[in-house]
């Protein structure tokens, strides 16, 4: 049935009930994550969990948050798992055709996070998605992060950013501990107690970790199940 079809006098009643419906579907889809982005002394660093929830229910433990764009280029996810799967499809196929039509060169992270902003800002909040796009930047040499939400925004980040709904218990890991120009050491050991902050204290938020690091050598998995292909 249509608004068209409902008699005047039920039409405002039904269309509350069809936004609060709403709303309920669109909480079922919500994804309680911990996802970081970590500017190292000679690229970035993207770490994630691996829980994946539908309500109060666990959906999966080994849920892929962590995605590999290119060689120099990746993305973690959080919010509906279709929406950021579709971003991370579009990321990867636009990375593709870049390549192909400049005989094997790759986007910078740059523009694949622009493009990743555009979709989402296109859709203006259509897309349940928050991303962060990290990679090695070949042409200005050296790790960029790009935290982008749901309606589009988007920000370059100098050294670290979380998002997710245990995104306040890493940040405070985080700012503590951050200093510039970290070895590859040592910013794997702190995103991982980050993370473990993040899942000791955040429902949404557990099991095991996925980090990569990606440097001018290329994207290179430390642990967790990637599909990198």
Do not use: W
């Amino acid at each position: 049935m249509t608004m068209n079809n409902i008699p005047p006098q039920f039409r405002s009643q039904n269309s509350d009930y069809q936004s609060q419906s709403n709303a309920q579907n669109l909480e079922m889809l919500k994804t309680g994550t911990t996802t970081i982005g970590l500017v190292i002394k000679d690229g970035v660093i993207l770490a994630t969990e691996s829980q994946a929830t539908a309500g109060f229910f666990v959906a999966t433990k080994e849920a892929q948050k962590l995605y590999k764009i290119n060689e120099h280029c990746g993305m973690t996810i959080a919010g509906g798992v279709a929406d950021c799967q579709y971003m991370v499809s579009q990321a990867q196929a636009i990375s593709r055709l870049m390549e192909i039509q400049h005989n094997g060169k790759e986007p910078t992270t740059s523009y694949i996070a622009n493009i990743i902003r555009n979709i989402a800002f296109n859709g203006r909040s259509y897309f349940y998605a928050f991303m962060i796009v990290g990679g090695y930047d070949t042409k200005e040499k050296r790790g960029k992060i790009f935290p982008i939400d749901f309606i589009g925004y988007m920000a370059e980040q100098e050294d670290f950013a979380s998002l997710g709904s245990g995104s306040t218990f890493a940040l405070g890991v985080l700012e503590a501990n951050y200093k510039p120009n970290m070895t590859e050491k040592q910013s794997i050991d702190l995103v991982k107690q980050a993370l473990t902050a993040a899942k000791n204290r955040d429902a949404g938020s557990g099991y095991g970790m996925q980090i990569c690091v990606i440097t001018k050598s290329g994207f290179k998995a430390i642990e967790g199940h990637l599909i990198t292909k």
